[in-house]
């Protein structure tokens, strides 16, 4: 055995050539997302000049397929991370976006939940209240709100404003986190229910959604309006209730979160309307959101 040939280290020369394996595969990887990113911008040409220049359904169902491939030694969480930040990323290309995210003075706020789902580089602005959130999207100020699912005897009910925006500019469309991770994981602090993503789009089928419905009445008691909702062929998860003003007489605004996809067209709305005749005065989907992963998919 030749002197220099024993002073080579079998394991440093290993280490040596899979190190230049990861390099020259970092290498690919940034070349993909420079022809990513040229071809985004040709999108971004060919696309007619929408509010927003976001598809959540769309990336909805390409993290679902990219989560269903095998994923050998990936660590979990991984996938939806690097996509949601490169999805955030590349819509920043397409236009300028903003978000108002809903953080309570004495509450624990969404800031992080949201900051892990639109990436490090998407303005966000904080809006002291659910309220306050949608208020900017309305007058122009931001393009998405952040805010907390919507619960009983809420002092900052935000979605009593969207039912009275009769034109339903407004919906709801994503829900966030799109993944649901095990404690200790992603940027959260402290532990907080998923939140709602609302703005000036409607979602779109991705073949695994939930849906809002909202209704204006007079004369419809809850236990009625649970049944006619089942009656027209709705399957409520859960049903909220707002007073539209004071007294017995006062409309009452309903929230019904529905399975499956609502879309604006649907026929079910139609065979609602028929059955609550006169006492409805106002009906119309209220958007919804493509149901999330779950932890421990492996």
């Not at 903003?98 to 800031?111: F, N």
């Not at 027209?232 to 019904?256: I, T, W």
Request: hydrophobic share 45%; charged share 25%.
């Amino acid at each position: 055995m030749s002197l220099k040939s024993a002073a080579v280290n079998p394991d440093k020369q290993a280490l040596a050539d899979l190190r230049a394996q990861i390099d020259r595969i970092d290498l690919a990887l940034h070349d993909l997302l420079r022809n990513r990113a040229d071809i985004v911008e040709r999108v971004r040409k060919l696309k007619s000049k929408n509010h927003l220049h976001i598809r959540p359904g769309r990336e909805a169902q390409m993290l679902r397929a990219l989560t269903g491939r095998p994923q050998g030694k990936l660590p979990e969480g991984l996938i939806v991370r690097l996509w949601r930040e490169m999805i955030s990323a590349f819509t920043l290309q397409e236009g300028g976006f903003k978000v108002a995210v809903t953080v309570p003075v004495k509450e624990p706020g969404l800031w992080d939940m949201a900051r892990d789902y639109y990436g490090a580089f998407t303005p966000l602005i904080e809006a002291p209240s659910a309220v306050a959130a949608v208020k900017s999207v309305i007058a122009g100020k931001t393009d998405v709100a952040v805010v907390p699912f919507p619960k009983d005897g809420d002092k900052d009910a935000w979605w009593p404003l969207l039912v009275g925006d009769r034109k339903s500019a407004l919906t709801v469309f994503a829900t966030l986190p799109f993944e649901q991770l095990k404690a200790g994981r992603g940027n959260a602090r402290n532990p907080a229910p998923a939140a709602l993503a609302v703005g000036k789009l409607y979602p779109e089928l991705t073949g695994d959604d939930r849906s809002f419905v909202t209704l204006q009445c007079v004369h419809v008691p809850e236990a009625e309006m649970k049944r006619l909702l089942a009656k027209a062929g709705y399957k409520v998860l859960r049903m909220l209730s707002h007073s539209a003003g004071r007294g017995a007489s006062a409309p009452v605004l309903y929230l019904a979160e529905t399975e499956g996809y609502v879309g604006r067209a649907d026929t079910r709305l139609s065979r609602l309307k028929a059955m609550l005749g006169s006492r409805l005065q106002h009906l119309a989907p209220l958007g919804g959101y493509a149901v999330p992963l779950k932890a421990g998919r492996r």
